[in-house]
T-cell receptor, first 114, second 111 residues
Framework: DAGVIQSPRHEVTEMGQEVTLRCKPI?????LFWYRQTMMRGLELLIY????????DSGMPEDRFSAKMPNASFSTLKIQPSEPRDSAVYFC????????????FGDGTRLSIL | GDSVTQMEGPVTLSEEAFLTINCTYT??????LFWYVQYPGEGLQLLLK?????DKGSNKGFEATYRKETTSFHLEKGSVQVSDSAVYFC??????????FGKGTKLTVNP
């Protein structure tokens, strides 16, 4: 079975540019999560969706960050404008509800803002 | 709110040594507990889980028992291998579908 697919795997861009990260969850999963991982702050939950609807975005650091899930098989996390402190590894994860199922993670996008 | 505390790393062991990584939690209700492993350059992978008190999760020689009386879920392996070198995360899910993670413990196993 295909796992969670994230693209791009690596992104290097200059400060001020718009960055779009993409995620394809596992088919049939109805929850989707976006995380950010840094050495300083560890793993942080940014936002999560259920059935394409955002449920909790309290982890989104600033208005520069936005996330969408237009359908069950695609989500984006956008940063506009980007800043060097946004440099991190961003993970997408998905899960199936009904009995506390584990989350399945993608391999992440390593983002570097110069 | 819910929280997870796991032992600070890094942990360095020789091959075939015994491994314990401590994890304790605070939660209202009866959470499910997980151990995830992250190999370099990869995402987190589920290692094992337990959904109720006294359950033992096991996988690839790793074990952890859900201890409600001590609110713990310690990870153990009897004989580690170089290939076990990774970062290990303890996590709980308290019914909201959100995972609460510990800070992670980096394990290095030397030959």
């Amino acid at each position: 079975d295909a796992g969670v697919i994230q693209s791009p795997r690596h992104e290097v861009t200059e400060m001020g540019q718009e960055v779009t990260l993409r995620c394809k969850p596992i088919s049939g999963h109805d929850y989707l999560f976006w995380y950010r991982q840094t050495m300083m702050r560890g793993l942080e939950l940014l936002i999560y969706f259920n059935n394409n609807v955002p449920i909790d975005d309290s982890g989104m650091p600033e208005d520069r960050f936005s996330a969408k899930m237009p359908n069950a098989s695609f989500s984006t996390l956008k940063i506009q404008p980007s800043e060097p402190r946004d440099s991190a590894v961003y993970f997408c994860a998905s899960s199936f509800s009904g009995g506390r199922q584990p989350q399945h993670f993608g391999d992440g996008t390593r983002l570097s803002i110069l | 709110g819910d929280s997870v505390t796991q032992m600070e790393g890094p942990v360095t062991l020789s091959e075939e040594a015994f491994l314990t990584i401590n994890c304790t939690y605070t939660a209202t209700g009866y959470p499910s507990l997980f151990w995830y492993v992250q190999y370099p350059g990869e995402g987190l992978q589920l290692l094992l889980k337990a959904t109720k008190a006294d359950d033992k999760g096991s996988n690839k020689g790793f074990e952890a028992t859900y201890r409600k009386e001590t609110t713990s879920f310690h990870l153990e392996k009897g004989s580690v291998q170089v290939s076990d070198s990774a970062v290990y995360f303890c996590a709980l899910e308290g019914g909201s579908e959100k995972l609460v993670f510990g800070k992670g413990t980096k394990l290095t196993v030397n030959p």
